[in-house]
């Protein structure tokens, strides 16, 4: 038998709204120093579970991204993506010096 796979619940629905503008903007960020210029940007809606959005866009170990799929915390979904983002934002950035 196939059973729903249900995230642990969120307390505060506001703070997750605002926990998903935070990834999207880092994800925004990296999207328009990487992609080509003019290229198209898909739609999110933060309204739904943005770490499921995001992760096909995620290319990384297959373990890692199973890992982030079963993850039953959205929040911690979004600390894992983010961390991703940042330390490719940090690779893009030109070195100074």
Known sequence: ????????????PAAIVEARAHTLDLFLSLVDQIAEPGGPVPEYDLNLDLSFQLAPAVQIDDRWQQALLQERREVVRLERLEAVFQAALERQAPEEG
């Open 1 to 12: 038998d196939v059973v729903p796979y249900v995230d642990e619940g969120v307390l505060r």
